[in-house]
């Protein structure tokens, strides 16, 4: 198959995951005392973090290629598919643009809080009895939380459905369970080590778009059998 431009910008969801896994990395390295097995991602971009500059320049690519991707996986895929795997689609790309938009009008107005509080749950309520921006930050976590799991349990359904498409369920069967691991685990887990089940959660949603967008550059969405 001849590979056309919407094709080619497919890989632009394969950047954005680098460029997310760059600032994760490499950010912490201008913030003293950052522990990464305690403490929360949103904390390196935080209005008061000391790493929100080197932050800003490494995830520069990562918002702006996840929305692109995720988008013209959308444009691509009409007329194509099944009607619950263009359901679960819309629905994930529903949540990348909450993220993308949320997270940027409302990051946290301090970092630190799950390092400090003696758990999850104070760290929330430390966050909800906060500055506006703080609740609002919660707000959109609770809105990306939800859209995720609901998209990728579409998926699941859509894809495993008479064998439809089910590589694609695979993905979402994965991802779902990196999700669902992380977010048992910064409940349960010590807080000393939350901050690493908290990586499963982040690193799911943005590899999970990596991968529509590989699906999107090899062309699976054009295969004749998962057309309507």
Not at 5 to 19: F, H, R, Y
Request: glycine residues 10%; aromatic residues 12%.
């Amino acid at each position: 198959m001849k590979k056309t431009l919407i094709n080619w910008l497919g890989l632009l969801g394969v950047v954005s995951l680098m460029s997310y896994t760059a600032a994760v990395i490499f950010s912490p390295l201008t913030y003293p005392g950052y522990d990464w097995k305690s403490q929360a991602v949103s904390d390196l971009s935080a209005a008061t973090a000391p790493s929100l500059g080197l932050w800003n320049q490494l995830s520069s690519l990562y918002g702006i290629c996840g929305i692109v991707c995720i988008t013209l996986v959308c444009v691509f895929i009409q007329g194509k598919l099944n009607r619950v795997l263009r359901t679960g689609i819309y629905l994930f790309a529903g949540m990348q643009w909450v993220s993308a938009v949320g997270y940027t009008m409302f990051p946290l107005s301090d970092s630190g809080y799950t390092e400090t509080a003696e758990n999850i749950g104070d760290a929330v309520t430390a966050m909800s009895s906060g500055p506006f921006q703080d609740i609002m930050h919660i707000v959109v976590t609770i809105l990306v939380i939800l859209l995720s799991i609901a998209s990728l349990v579409v998926l699941m359904f859509g894809g495993y459905r008479k064998k439809t498409f089910v590589s694609l369920s695979v993905w979402s069967t994965i991802a779902l369970i990196l999700m669902f691991a992380g977010a048992v685990g910064v409940g349960s887990a010590p807080k000393e080590i939350v901050g690493i089940f908290e990586r499963f959660s982040v690193f799911s949603a943005t590899g999970f778009n990596a991968v529509l967008g590989m699906f999107l550059f090899a062309g699976k969405f054009n295969l004749e059998d998962f057309k309507v």
